[in-house]
């Protein structure tokens, strides 16, 4: 009998198992799951104020979370513009050019019910903004302050409209508002203004909604079904993210099937990628890989010094060593972007750049560069580095690099030129629109201590030209204003141009509808996953 | 015994304290900042003293280093700067998915050990000495990040036996040892872990049962009588006390050397925090995790010392 009854009890125990297993196998298979790995060393901060740059955005920032506008990322053809999000438009108070009025889009609301209107837009203003305020948060500043620096004042018109008055007339504010994300006012009252304790729920507006997280491991996001935009509804149920900052670890992930989405396989584990199956997809889109040039001092103060090491650059070495993961850049932007212009370019030739030198009376002419070893957005620094250096020493240069680690780079970026004795750094950027791309790199204004004009660069046309499109609304009048001013800069020689990334992601062949968006961010809610 | 333990254990305080201002001062040293993760690219350096001056760390050297000395002496190892968690909870949830590969790359490198280098000792110049030798020196020099890589590539790429990364399908939360699904995350990591100290004990335990094997008493024991396999039994409990001792480094070794081979597999312990700590200049959880680690290698020697001790009584005699 008790022989029996043990049989009996294993009988059943594999039953359960079986069956347990069995559910666990239909759930999977009911349940589509996009599994991506990303380069981020840890998970981004997803209480709307994302760390861990840009990567950061687009993957913990515009899945969970709308900014009043949205980065149109439906296309691999333009680069990407910004359309309305939780706001429906915006335009300039004609009777005053500082005051902007934004009409909310009305219906919609956060992933815990808390309704988005004119109340929670000011307050989340204030949750950067104002120190007396509750909700306010230094690390929430850290991440956001940049994109309110410009606001003044923020004032509720009705309930579905908002007026932001600015400091000093800003035709191109409305970028800013692309960046800057709305959370629920109600999750973070309900967590005591505590926003540790808001992360074990966060609620935004975006087309993922939070499930859990893992700390370091996984964060894992389910599908927004009542999405604003019904075109955005993501395909997929769920969206795993991993941190896998090691190149080789992603590509043996998504070998071994771990994971279906890759961000930046290294060039060399491409040929093998593919082999396997596995889709590559690049487009270019605004990331130059460039040397910031400290202007203020020699040699980089005189032009020609600038413009040898321009015409030094064998930019198809460059292109071919990274085996076609990037395109010859002669300047910041990239050519779909409105104010690309038609400037002067920077053909590979040592013969010219020699003779600028020598004009210039540089020889050898020594710069000191500071590196990254690695970091986000800095591509294979070390030799694509060596190869930079090769081909200035070859003119002419004497080069000394100077490695250290992201961290510290971003330190000597933040401190500005002045704090140290560089004389350029290698700091890849994201020329995403017309402020980061152009004002901020050229304008006298942005040099240190603000950002991002990091060599001191200055050109009095530039800031001539930078004053009148900041006070244009007309868009074509102020995009011809920009488009001069890039290619003053261009003719300027602003910085050492190189390269411009292609951002190689590898795909598993069970995916299908991504569009890479000419973009730092993507759209991750088209893909379809295929059991 | 007690008074020596007893006095064991109050030694251990200046280590730590010492391993507590090392600590501070080469995080410090290091070029970077950890309030720079926290900053949007476009951030200006306005924002980062703000930042820096919330998270305190615009106060001077001493002063924070005292501050937080205060906290970790009521158990409170702070806050991390990357995430806003406590670093005690993040620090031993890694230690324990530290310990348990590490506990098992050992003792599995022990037991291995003990069995290769004995035969090794047994048939001295023989075609058995020489392969275990040569596997004994390629455990010993091949690098662990590369023997990471080359079984990811060989078990997870090629022959899709293994997984290539993780601790588990759906995290570490879920993780089990006693489950296949769940286990085979950690074969690799383990075998990775356990190769170099199983070069080492192999090596040592040959040289050790050899020595022993040379010495008058087995001859005696051999003119009584004694089978081959009883004499090896008797030079087996001789090299007992430095194998021990051997197996308390290699294990302080794993916890906190592993660092590499985490990475590479993506094993969410001590390594692998500390690793992410160092990347995102998180001073509070990089202090936590080193702490936690520098106790653990003390107790560790102490516990074998201890142990010793009560095995070898020559060592206690004296």
Request: glycine share 6%.
């Amino acid at each position: 009998m008790a022989g029996w009854n043990i049989r009996g009890a294993l009988k059943l125990a594999v039953c359960a198992a079986l069956a347990s297993s069995g559910a666990a196998v239909g759930h999977a298979s009911a349940e589509s799951v996009l599994r991506v790995a990303m380069t981020a060393a840890d998970i981004p901060d997803y209480s709307g104020a994302p760390d861990q740059g840009y990567e950061g955005y687009r993957f913990a920032g515009y899945t969970l979370y709308d900014g009043l506008a949205l980065w149109d990322l439906s296309s691999s053809d333009k680069a990407a513009g910004i359309v309305p999000g939780l706001a429906t438009s915006w335009a300039i108070d004609p009777s005053n050019d500082k005051r902007w009025i934004y009409k909310l889009r009305q219906g919609v609301s956060y992933h815990d019910g808390c309704p988005w209107n004119a109340d929670s837009a000011i307050w989340n203003f204030a949750r950067v903004m104002d120190p007396k305020s509750p909700q306010f948060n230094p690390r929430q500043v850290g991440q956001m302050g940049t994109y309110v620096a410009n606001i003044a004042s923020v004032d509720k018109i009705d309930n579905d409209t908002i007026a932001i008055n600015t400091k000093v007339p800003s035709s191109l504010f409305p970028n800013e508002m692309a960046m800057y994300y709305m959370i629920s006012n109600c999750g973070v009252q309900k967590a005591g203004n505590d926003y540790a304790f808001y992360m074990r729920q966060p609620a935004g507006t975006g087309p993922y909604k939070f499930d859990k997280v893992v700390p370091h491991e996984r964060l894992e996001l389910v599908k927004n079904d009542k999405y604003w935009d019904p075109r955005r509804v993501p395909k997929q149920d769920r969206l795993v993210l991993l941190p896998m900052p090691e190149a080789s670890t992603r590509a043996a992930a998504l070998l071994a099937g771990q994971v279906d989405f890759v961000e930046a396989p290294s060039p060399d584990t491409i040929p093998r990628l593919k082999q396997a199956g596995m889709k590559i997809v690049m487009v270019p889109y605004p990331h130059n890989w460039d040397y910031l040039l400290r202007t203020d001092i020699p040699p980089f103060n005189d032009i020609r010094v600038r413009q040898a090491a321009n015409y030094a650059m064998n930019r198809q070495d460059m292109v071919d060593m990274l085996q076609g993961v990037a395109v010859a850049a002669t300047q910041t932007l990239i050519p779909s972007q409105p104010w690309y212009g038609n400037p002067v370019g920077y053909d590979y030739d040592p013969e010219k750049a020699k003779a600028l030198l020598k004009q210039a009376g540089c020889s050898p002419c020594v710069i000191k560069v500071g590196i990254s070893t690695s970091g986000s957005g800095q591509m294979q620094p070390l030799p694509m580095n060596e190869l930079v250096k090769e081909q200035l020493e070859a003119v002419g240069f004497k080069a000394q690099l100077e490695p250290m680690d992201w961290n510290a780079l971003i330190g000597v970026f933040l401190a500005g030129s002045k704090k140290y004795d560089y004389n350029a750094i290698n700091f890849s950027m994201a020329p995403i629109d017309a402020v980061q791309g152009i004002l901020k790199k050229w304008m006298t204004s942005y040099a240190p201590p603000a950002c991002c004009n990091w060599g001191s660069f200055s050109d009095p046309k530039i800031d001539k030209l930078g004053a009148e499109a900041v006070g244009e609304f007309d868009v074509d009048k102020r995009n011809a204003l920009l488009t001069a001013m890039n290619e003053q800069a261009v003719a300027d020689a602003s910085e050492l141009y190189i390269v411009h990334d292609l951002n190689p992601r590898a795909l598993s062949p069970k995916l299908s509808g991504f569009v890479q968006a000419q973009s730092w961010f993507q759209d991750l809610t088209p893909i379809m996953v295929s059991p | 015994m007690w008074l020596y333990a007893a006095r064991r254990i109050v030694l251990t305080i200046p280590i730590l304290l010492g391993v507590t201002i090392i600590c501070f001062a080469l995080v410090q040293i290091a070029p970077g900042d950890p309030i720079q993760n926290l900053l949007s690219p476009t951030s200006s350096a306005a924002d980062a003293a703000r930042l820096r001056a919330a998270y305190g760390l615009d106060q001077p050297l001493p002063i924070q280093y005292f501050i937080w000395l205060g906290r970790v002496l009521v158990g409170n190892l702070g806050t991390s700067i990357a995430n806003n968690m406590p670093v005690a909870g993040e620090v031993m949830h890694a230690f324990s998915n530290t310990v348990v590969i590490a506990l098992i790359s050992v003792a599995l490198a022990f037991v291995l050990s003990m069995f290769f280098g004995v035969i090794a000792a047994c048939r001295s110049g023989q075609l058995a000495d020489k392969l275990i030798t040569a596997v004994a020196v390629f455990g010993i020099s091949v690098p662990p990040f590369w023997l990471a890589v080359t079984l990811v590539i060989v078990f997870a790429v090629n022959l899709s036996l293994l997984p290539a990364t993780g601790m588990g399908a759906n995290g570490s939360g879920n993780f089990s040892y006693f489950q296949w699904t769940s286990l085979k995350f950690a074969v690799m990591p383990i075998t990775a872990l356990a190769l170099p100290p199983l070069g080492i004990m192999t090596r040592t335990t040959r040289s050790a049962i050899a020595e022993i094997l040379n010495q008058d008493f087995i001859q005696t024991l051999r003119a009584k009588g004694l089978s081959e396999a009883s004499v090896v039994v008797h030079a087996i409990r001789n090299i007992m006390p430095q194998a021990i001792a051997m197996l308390g480094l290699q294990l302080g070794y794993l916890i906190g050397g592993s660092v590499l081979v985490e990475t590479v597999f993506t094993w969410p312990g001590t390594g692998y925090l500390l690793n992410k700590a160092v990347q995102t200049r998180d001073i509070p959880l990089l202090q936590g995790t080193i702490l936690v680690l520098a106790t653990a290698f003390v107790l560790i020697n102490l516990f074998v010392d201890l142990m010793q001790s009560l095995i070898d009584p020559r060592i206690k005699r004296s």
